[in-house]
């Protein structure tokens, strides 16, 4: 099957090189990485929210100021106290500081609120390891030098002063401000500083954010092994750990759309190699153990933690997989999370009737429509009117995507997993997997979908 | 600092803290949500957001999480390129896009602090576009006002587009606010207790809180219908719940449609009950009924029956300018001592409300409009309360202060239920008793 066009895309046919239907063979890879179509009920974030939301956030130890009118800072304040955990939960997160920009500072400029708000805050919150400035949309159309202004202010206050300029509007998703988060925090923070002591066995961890603290039951598998980890980008990270990331001997990389960048800067400039891994369900996990382990020459230890982690979690793991067999599922993540989770379902015994991603590119998909099976649906960006499509024609057995679409399927009477900020998660490695089988298993098969009116 | 009570007091600290250019953990919301949040109470409507792609995403999550419900925003996606030359191509591709998909019968143009600074004339664009779907531009610029500014703009421009005068029609203008699907729900109840008809301007109450029944309709059911809005034109006379959020559109329907507009309190607590049921029967003709004779007696006994355990008990409100005020009054009538009343709106009328409150009862209250949570907080520090009352981003005021905390206004998004639960009319007064007590009781039983 070639490319496809869903019937509520008629009116809008270049959806169609977003849609494909995997046949073993081709080479087809649908459309992304584009401008969102105008008039779309798009479920994407903008370049803000992947400089802010995702990649500078989860710092846990600076004044996060974002400089624009006020909804931006609201929108990605805090979040509860399940996202991108740290261990400064008295500031990080907690706070979230704005410069509220007024029509006045449209018209006049907003240079000067911008340096007044960053010694404010800096006064009231004086025990900060620096400033991270990050610019909404109308910033760039006024032109404030933002790059000057935080220079000046770093002076006067002694920390650094970082500013990202991630207008909404330059990028077509989130994924620009990944790029934008990246270069910025390695032009401007890492090698600024020297560890007091490094090892032959120092790694970092780069691209995973902490979700419900996932970095906690990562790390404790590669020390395990007499590894130390030297900086986890950027979940639970200080600026500091980032400064000190160059001295590591290798990144280890598990979000492979937010970070590939920093990965290859670091290598260039640092000579860091990187090695991409996968650390969800147990044979991506062990693989990624047995690969790191093999670079450091202590592929013992890697079977030890290994068969004692698996022997943990695998009688569950086996009834949940007997429960779960042959059930289709339908993924839509950010990007990488739908291919990292093929294998996963896989693993449990589903089937994998589509995947999405919200801003993937070419190497995504290419990931996975390599995992996926023939006859799925792959598709770029979808809306939700597609989605509503998808979920009623296909009638999967669980959809896992983001907050966003979890109540348009639950609408719909499908089961749902919020794989972006987890159910009752995290989600990674071993006892995470238990953890999202067990969420699985518990919405597949909850009462009360059977009492639904005129669910079939 | 010393306790600051004495009025000229507010006013210089308010002067001070106005001057201070950084915003800690924001009281408001930016003016699209709130013009959105009134489209969703519109049958078969859809806002489109001539913004960039957060513009949708993260208001579309806020009403998520708040709601429980699936909501549609479209967007005009604008880029780089818009950025540069304008935004009128991505608009007028987005509407006919919008319309081939979906066919909503009406469309609200939003425009964003990104369209108003690039300077698209939405006006101009969509009155060249020639289709059978009714367009409503609304100017929401995230730069001027808040999420209430927002909503006040937006049911003006539904007004102003579409209510037309046609001959009388016997019924009333409720314009809600940014209220909850059970405040609605309350309204009604009142209303039909009363055999008033009525328009609600806009019902969120079926829309945002949708029965599971399956097949899901291609537009959740209820809303106010485009004829309802059309129909305001010629209804009796209008009432604004909340005057900041919802007056702008009553006041035009007075001088445009000679529409009698009647100006109060958002029914929160007794008297500002009674004094809503008092206009509205005024104004229909129509007797208080006994039902709810029984429901406010039923709220006076509960009133009575908590006394002991939270009179005298000092509370700092941060909420909605009209939510605020209306609690200022009702925490009077409970025995309690409404300590500090802030909102996040910056509003001179809020101040002269609270301040009529004050004058009435005795208190003496801080009064912080236009305030950030940093600046309640350190209000609440200063004054020293015993409760807190905010949304969910507010909780750790109560956590730090060692108060109890009782949620209210929006986004409530870390206990469930919330946007079920009336606070206005006698109901709402139950519900709110209820709260007010437990979350009392919960933090004394957890000391």
């Known amino acids: 099957m070639p490319l496809t066009l869903l019937e509520c895309d008629i009116p809008i046919p270049e959806r169609e090189k977003h849609t494909y239907i995997k046949k073993s063979g081709e080479t087809i890879v649908p459309r992304c990485n584009v401008q969102t179509t105008p008039g779309d009920l798009t479920e ?56 509220s920009m007024q029509e006045s500072n449209v018209i006049f400029g907003g240079e000067k609120k911008l340096h007044d708000a960053i010694l404010e805050a800096y006064e009231r919150f004086p025990d900060v390891n620096g400033v991270f400035v990050y610019a909404t949309c109308v910033i760039g159309l006024i032109g404030d030098d933002i790059n000057t202004v935080c220079k000046t202010a770093a002076e006067e206050i002694g920390v650094p002063v970082i500013p990202f300029s991630c207008e909404g509007f330059r990028g077509v998703s989130q994924s620009l401000g990944h790029h934008i988060a990246n270069d910025v925090i390695f032009e401007k923070i890492v090698g600024t500083k020297e560890p007091d002591e490094v090892t032959q066995y120092d790694i970092n961890i780069i691209g995973d954010y902490n979700i419900q603290g996932d970095l906690w ?17 950027t979940g639970n990270a200080s600026i500091d750990d980032l400064a000190m990331a160059h001295r590591a001997k290798l990144n280890v990389m598990h979000c492979q759309r937010s970070t590939p960048y920093i990965c290859e800067l670091m290598e260039e400039k640092y000579g860091v190699p990187y090695m ?75 089937e994998v009737v589509g995947a999405a991603t919200t801003f993937g590119h070419t190497d995504d998909y290419e990931k996975i429509i390599e995992r996926i099976g023939d006859g799925a649906l792959v598709i770029d960006n979808p809306n939700s009117v597609e989605l509503r499509e998808i979920l009623v024609g296909y009638k999967p057995d669980l959809f896992i995507s983001g907050l966003k679409e979890k109540f348009l399927a639950y609408k719909l009477g499908v089961p749902f997993v919020n794989g972006h900020s987890y159910e009752r998660g995290p989600y990674a490695v071993y006892s995470g997997f238990l953890k999202f089988a067990k969420d699985i298993h518990t919405t597949i098969n909850h009462p009360a979908w059977k009492l639904i009116e005129g669910r079939a | ?55 949708a995403a993260y208001p579309m999550r806020m009403f998520n999480r708040h709601f429980q419900e699936p909501v549609e925003i479209a967007l005009s996606s604008l880029g ?83 209510a037309e005068q046609t001959g009388p029609n016997s019924k009333i203008n409720i314009v809600v606010g940014l209220l909850n699907p059970g405040d609605i729900r309350e309204l009604k109840s009142m209303l039909a207790a009363m055999r008033v008809k009525a328009i609600i301007l806009t019902d969120i109450s079926e829309t945002l809180d949708a029965p599971l029944i399956l097949p899901r309709p291609r537009f959740p059911n209820g809303g106010t219908t ?62 208080i009924s006994d039902e709810l004779r029984k429901e406010r007696g039923r709220l006076i006994d509960a009133m009575i029956d908590v006394q002991f355990k939270i009179a005298q008990k000092k509370v700092a409100i941060h909420a909605d300018p009209d939510v605020a005020s209306g609690m200022a009054r009702f925490l009077h009538e409970l025995g309690m001592t409404p300590a500090i009343i802030a909102t996040g709106t910056e509003s001179k009328e809020f101040v002269a409300d609270v301040q009529a409150v004050a004058s009435q009862t005795g208190h003496e209250i801080k ?57 206005i009319g006698y109901g709402g007064g139950i519900n709110l008793v209820d709260r007010i007590t437990n979350a009392i009781l919960d933090h004394a039983d957890s000391a």
């Not at chain 1, 039951?217 to 980008?233: K, N, S, V, W």
């Not at chain 1, 294998?343 to 015994?349: N, Q, S, T």
């Not at chain 2, 969509?126 to 703009?153: A, C, E, F």
Request: hydrophobic share 40%; net charge neutral.
């Open chain 2, 1 to 55: 600092m010393t306790q600051a009570t004495a009025k000229t007091e507010t006013k210089t600290k308010a002067k001070k803290e106005v001057k201070r250019s950084v915003t800690i953990n924001p009281g408001t919301i930016c003016q699209p949500i709130g013009a959105m949040q009134a489209v969703l109470g519109v049958h078969g409507a859809i806002s489109l957001v001539h913004g960039s792609q957060g513009c």
């Open chain 2, 80 to 162: 780089e390129d818009a950025a540069v030359f304008g935004g009128a191509d991505n608009l007028i591709k987005g509407v006919h896009a919008l319309v081939a998909r979906r066919q909503p019968e009406l469309i609200a143009v939003l425009t964003t602090c990104l369209s108003e600074t690039i300077g698209d004339d939405i006006n101009g664009i969509l009155r060249k576009i020639d289709l059978p779907t009714t367009l409503v531009p609304m100017h929401t610029p995230s730069y001027i006002g808040s999420h209430v500014t927002g909503y006040d703009n937006a049911v003006k421009a539904l007004v102003t587009h579409l």
């Open chain 1, 217 to 233: 039951i990562i790390e404790p598998l590669f020390e395990a092994m007499g590894l130390r980890i030297l900086c986890t980008f």
């Open chain 1, 44 to 99: 994407r974030g903008c370049t803000y929210a992947g400089c802010m939301g995702v990649v500078g956030g989860p710092v846990k130890d600076v004044i996060h100021l974002i400089h624009g009118p006020i909804g931006c800072a609201f929108y990605t304040w805090g979040g509860g106290r399940r996202q991108n955990l740290s261990d400064n939960t008295e500031f990080h997160r907690k706070y979230c500081f704005s410069t």
């Open chain 2, 226 to 287: 485009l004829a309802e809005v059309a129909d305001t034109a010629n209804s009796i006379g209008s009432i604004a719940l909340c005057k900041h959020a919802g007056g702008a559109a009553a006041k035009y329907l007075a001088s445009k449609h000679k529409v009698p507009m009647i100006s109060g309190s958002c029914p929160i607590g007794v008297a500002n009950t009674d004094a809503f049921l008092e206009n509205v029967s005024h104004l229909m003709g129509r007797p």
């Open chain 1, 276 to 350: 991409p891994v996968s650390l969800f369900g147990i044979t991506q996990t062990s693989k990624a153990i047995r690969d790191v382990a093999a670079f450091f020459g202590l592929g013992g230890k890697a079977e030890e933690v290994i068969q004692s982690e698996v022997a943990k979690i695998l009688p569950e793991i086996e009834y949940y997989k007997e429960q779960l067999r042959g059930k289709r599922v339908f993924i839509y993540q950010g990007a990488p999370r739908a291919w990292h989770w093929i294998k996963l379902m896989e693993e449990l015994g589903m």
């Open chain 2, 367 to 423: 009064i912080i409009s236009g305030c950030d949570l940093y600046e309640l907080h350190e209000a609440v520090k200063a004054v020293g309360v015993d409760l807190v009352m905010g949304n969910s981003q507010a909780t750790y005021i109560g956590d730090d202060e060692k108060t109890a905390f009782a949620r209210i206004g929006f986004p409530v998004y870390d206990r469930v239920g919330y946007q079920r639960r009336a606070i």
